[in-house]
T-cell receptor, first 112, second 113 residues
Framework: DAKTTQPPSMDCAEGRAANLPCNHS???????VYWYRQIHSQGPQYIIH???NNETNEMASLIITEDRKSSTLILPHATLRDTAVYYC?????????????FGKGTTLSVSS | DTAVSQTPKYLVTQMGNDKSIKCEQN?????MYWYKQDSKKFLKIMFS???????INETVPNRFSPKSPDKAHLNLHINSLELGDSAVYFC????????????FGEGSRLTVL
C-alpha cells in the first residue's frame, strides 16, 4: 500500500504556481520522497526527489518539512502541458528489492 | 535513442492466446520492472529483476512469466490470456545504489477480446 496521502484533484491557472501537498507521516529515516507525473496514459515521468533538504531542478521545487512528515511539490509557473496526475512516493533510495509503490495521486488541471 | 523501449505499443488478441511484450533499456541499469495499469488507472508493481535475478514478485497469476535474458532486457510472457489482463503494461529500469530514480517506457496497451 502507498504510504502517502494526496488530495485527489487540484486546479491551477496557467502561469501561476501550482503547490501540490503530500502527507507521509510514517516515513522512515532512510526513505526518500519522490515525485512523478503521468501525462494522459504516457509512461510516468520523474520530476524530483529529496531526503531532508529542499530541492530544486529545472522542472520543480520540493519542500520537505523539518519533521519530514509532509512535503510540497511546487511548479513555479504552471502551463497547460503540466496537466497530469502527480504521484508522491516514499521509497528507500537506490535499494534493490524495493519498488515505487504508486497511490492514487493528485490530478492537476491547469487552465487558461 | 529511447532509454526504455517496449514493443509492441498496442496488442489486441483473443482470450486464451499467449502473447509476449518485450522491453529493452540502453541506460546500463541493473534493475528492471514491470508495472500494470488497469482501467481504474492504478499503477501496480508486478515484477522486478536485478542483474537477471527475480527480486520482486507481487501476487501475480502464474500465467505471467517474466524472462530476463540479460541485464538490458526484461520480457513479459502471458499465457491463456483473460479479459481481466486488458491493461497498459509499463516497463521501467533503475540503477540501484544511486538515487533510485526509475525510468519508464511508454507502455504497451493490451486488449483482450
Amino acid at each position: 500500500d502507498a504510504k502517502t496521502t494526496q488530495p485527489p484533484s487540484m486546479d491551477c491557472a496557467e502561469g501561476r504556481a501550482a503547490n501540490l501537498p503530500c502527507n507521509h507521516s510514517t516515513i522512515s529515516g532512510n526513505e526518500y520522497v519522490y515525485w512523478y507525473r503521468q501525462i494522459h496514459s504516457q509512461g510516468p515521468q520523474y520530476i524530483i526527489h529529496g531526503l531532508k533538504n529542499n530541492e530544486t531542478n529545472e522542472m520543480a521545487s520540493l519542500i520537505i518539512t523539518e519533521d519530514r512528515k509532509s512535503s510540497t511539490l511546487i511548479l513555479p509557473h504552471a502551463t497547460l502541458r503540466d496537466t497530469a496526475v502527480y504521484y508522491c512516493i516514499v521509497r528507500v533510495g537506490g535499494q534493490a528489492g524495493t519498488a515505487l509503490i504508486f497511490g492514487k495521486g493528485t490530478t492537476l488541471s491547469v487552465s487558461s | 535513442d529511447t532509454a526504455v523501449s517496449q514493443t509492441p505499443k498496442y496488442l489486441v488478441t483473443q482470450m486464451g492466446n499467449d502473447k509476449s511484450i518485450k522491453c529493452e533499456q540502453n541506460l546500463g541499469h541493473d534493475t528492471m520492472y514491470w508495472y500494470k495499469q488497469d482501467s481504474k488507472k492504478f499503477l501496480k508493481i508486478m515484477f522486478s529483476y536485478n542483474n537477471k535475478e527475480l527480486i520482486i514478485n507481487e501476487t501475480v497469476p502464474n500465467r505471467f512469466s517474466p524472462k530476463s535474458p540479460d541485464k538490458a532486457h526484461l520480457n513479459l510472457h502471458i499465457n491463456s490470456l483473460e479479459l481481466g489482463d486488458s491493461a497498459v503494461y509499463f516497463c521501467a529500469s533503475s540503477q540501484e545504489g544511486a538515487s533510485g530514480r526509475l525510468f519508464f517506457g511508454e507502455g504497451s496497451r493490451l486488449t483482450v477480446l
